[in-house]
């Protein structure tokens, strides 16, 4: 394939994409509660060495006033080729008044558990120090999710993808849940290999958040672009 050809492709690539992000909005506000869109940027992850991750994602809903942008970057370091170690920080503002905002900062073990020709099944665990600006004391929060990749099952190149997270408070401070599991996110989708850098996710993400007057249960549609460099 020459230059020209592969620009060509990819510019095509970036521009489906782009057009699949601005459907889900329209989309979303008339199937479900709302949808969250993605792009993250990976630098290479080689055994033994440093690597960094960025991630940007809005997050709409129907009831705009909830609408909120979020900005996660983040470094990790390469134990093993199944195991990574990550240091990162998120910044969460509302998109209406963006002086309203969360912090956190956290740490995270991610491991392959198991890794076949059919089936990816991996592993992360993530702790949070997290800072509400309007409230006072920080919050703790453990979360854990387990997730399954099978490989090319669609087609070569699309793979479907399944994922359950779970939210555990380690602390109750006024401002979160007094429940000890804040949150189940379940997750169903296809991952489409776009280029040899580049994913597309598409799927429904369920978020049950477990509030002190009852659970709140959101129906979204969820779209990240990975790129690898």
């Known amino acids: 394939m020459s230059p020209h050809r592969k620009v060509y492709t990819s510019g095509k690539i970036y521009i489906f994409a782009i057009w699949a992000v601005i459907s889900s909005i329209s989309y979303a506000d008339q199937t479900f509660k709302g949808s969250w869109n993605a792009f993250t940027l990976t630098t290479p992850q080689k055994e033994h060495s440093v690597f960094f991750y960025y991630k940007v994602e809005a997050r709409f809903f129907n009831d705009n006033q909830q609408d909120e942008f979020l900005t996660r970057p983040a470094f990790g370091y390469m134990v093993t080729k199944k195991l990574s170690l990550w240091l990162g920080y998120d910044l969460f503002q509302r998109m209406q008044n963006s002086a ?33 600006h309007l ?79 009852g659970t709140i249960r959101d129906h979204l549609l969820s779209i990240e672009l990975e790129v690898k460099l």
Do not use: C
């Not at 703790?140 to 490989?151: P, Q, Y």
């Not at 991952?191 to 002190?212: H, I």
């Open 135 to 213: 409230a006072p004391k920080t919050a703790f929060r453990d979360r854990a999710r387990a997730f399954f990749t099978f490989n090319d099952a669609i087609s070569k190149g699309i793979s479907p993808v399944i994922y359950d997270e779970i939210f555990f408070n380690l602390n109750h401070p006024q401002w979160v849940s007094a429940k000890t599991i804040s949150q189940n996110r379940y997750f169903a989708g296809i991952e489409w290999q776009l280029d040899k850098y580049t994913n597309l996710l598409v799927g429904y993400l369920e978020r049950n958040s477990y509030e002190r007057l």
């Open 100 to 132: 309203r905002y969360t912090q956190a900062y956290w740490q995270q073990l991610q491991t392959t558990l198991m890794q076949t020709s059919q089936l990816n099944l991996g592993f992360r665990n993530r702790i949070e120090a997290r800072y509400n």
